[in-house]
T-cell receptor, first 116, second 114 residues
Framework: DSGVTQTPKHLITATGQRVTLRCSPR?????VYWYQQSLDQGLQFLIQ???????AKGNILERFSAQQFPDLHSELNLSSLELGDSALYFC???????????????FGEGSRLTVL | DAKTTQPPSMDCAEGRAANLPCNHS???????VYWYRQIHSQGPQYIIH???NNETNEMASLIITEDRKSSTLILPHATLRDTAVYYC???????????????FGKGTHLIIQP
């Protein structure tokens, strides 16, 4: 158990819809990262937040957005969903900006999104 | 733009040492080598990291060549639960105001055979 909680674990929706994935980081961790893992793309870094502010952006589509709230939980919003958005979405957290002393990121168990 | 090269798959017998190689010939002086693993559809898990010295923890050992262009992750006594995809990642050790996300390649699918 990494201490990172993601909900929902599974989500099935239709094309064109919008969904929100939620992540609660480990207690005390200020950084939250979002990753997408699809069969053909592997693990792709989407975005990072640190203490409520966006700090780094990866391959995140304009249809996707994220935010980190004052209590440090984070949400990833996916809109105008397409079949290709079906994937596992992972959240990770770390102590500081880049993983504290070890550079370690702690990953949640993921949210599996299926778009039909 | 891959910074590391790993074999796509490897087999190892249960109870034997599993040695997973990684080439990172373009590694910079300030870049560390990190290893993570992902057991089927679970979240990736940190294993170990190092700069230039060999490192050991309760999970594994990391051997980095003197020129730092390659490394080997060693699982000393592999068990069936070690079957996973193992990712070798190079990244700068960032402190202060730096921030980034880990860049995962395709990794090595290690299969432990009973």
């Amino acid at each position: 158990d990494s201490g990172v909680t993601q909900t929902p674990k599974h989500l099935i929706t239709a094309t064109g819809q919008r969904v929100t994935l939620r992540c609660s980081p480990r207690s005390g961790d200020l950084s939250v990262y979002w990753y997408q893992q699809s069969l053909d793309q592997g693990l792709q870094f989407l975005i990072q937040y640190y203490n409520g502010e966006e700090r780094a952006k990866g391959n995140i589509l304009e249809r996707f957005s994220a935010q980190q709230f004052p209590d440090l939980h984070s949400e990833l919003n996916l809109s105008s969903l397409e079949l290709g958005d079906s994937a596992l979405y992972f959240c990770a957290s770390s102590e500081g900006l880049a993983g504290g002393d070890t550079g370690e990121l702690f990953f949640g168990e993921g949210s599996r999104l299926t778009v039909l | 733009d891959a910074k590391t090269t790993q074999p796509p798959s490897m087999d190892c017998a249960e109870g034997r040492a599993a040695n997973l190689p990684c080439n990172h010939s373009t590694i910079s002086g300030n870049e560390y080598v990190y290893w993570y693993r992902q057991i089927h559809s679970q979240g990736p898990q940190y294993i170990i990291h190092g700069l230039k010295n060999n490192e050991t923890n309760e999970m594994a050992s990391l051997i980095i060549t003197e020129d730092r262009k390659s490394s080997t992750l060693i699982l000393p006594h592999a068990t069936l639960r070690d079957t996973a995809v193992y990712y070798c990642i190079v990244r700068p050790r960032i402190s202060g105001g730096g921030a980034d996300g880990l860049t995962f390649g395709k990794g090595t699918h290690l299969i432990i055979q009973p």
